[in-house]
């Protein structure tokens, strides 16, 4: 998904506030637990690069939301709503047309008429099409802590060994 919104006057100032309390806040990382996002980036444009012409200055800046996700677009966007409502009126609120009540329905017709499409599925590889992000992040962790327990199980005892196994299960209960 890609988002052009139209930020009114002012807005830079609101916005570079906004951002500094979620990078404070720690937003981002209820982002990271919604295991459906594999990617999400938020950025304001001031002005178009020149390419060998004069560079196109914007009267108000735009701002650009990118996402990539696994399932449907209402899932995603009430995924969306549920999780981080504050924060999509914090960077959204200061945009053009945002329903301040945030309605599942109006803001779904708000991103429908601002976004971009970009036939993304025709525009990038899934190395595991089955599998989503937040489950390779966890295969990757037990593969790391698994190698992390078997080079100290080859120099335990039976003691060590058992209380160390015990400790690895535990750790990585959420991930198994």
Do not use: C
Request: charge should be negative; avoid cysteine; charged fraction near 25%.
């Amino acid at each position: 998904m890609m988002v052009f919104s139209l930020l009114r006057p002012g807005a830079l100032l609101v916005q570079r506030l906004v951002l500094w309390i979620g990078r404070r806040r720690r937003s981002s990382t209820k982002l990271s637990e919604l295991s459906l996002i594999h990617f999400a980036r938020l950025a304001l444009i001031r002005r178009f690069p020149d390419h060998g012409q004069e560079p196109d200055e914007l009267p108000q800046p735009l701002e650009l939301f990118e996402s990539n996700y696994d399932g449907t677009f209402d899932g995603y966007i009430d995924s969306f709503v549920d999780s981080v409502p504050w924060d999509m009126r914090g960077f959204w609120a200061t945009s053009y047309g945002f329903p301040w009540r945030l309605a599942l329905a109006q803001f779904e017709r708000y991103i429908h008429a601002n976004e971009f499409a970009t036939g993304a599925i025709d525009h990038y590889y899934v190395a595991y099409p089955e599998a989503t992000v937040k489950m390779i992040g966890s295969a990757l962790r037990v593969v790391e802590m698994n190698t992390q327990f078997r080079q100290r199980a080859l120099q335990s005892d039976d003691q060590d060994f058992a209380a160390d196994y015990q400790a690895f299960l535990t750790e990585l209960q959420a991930d198994l």
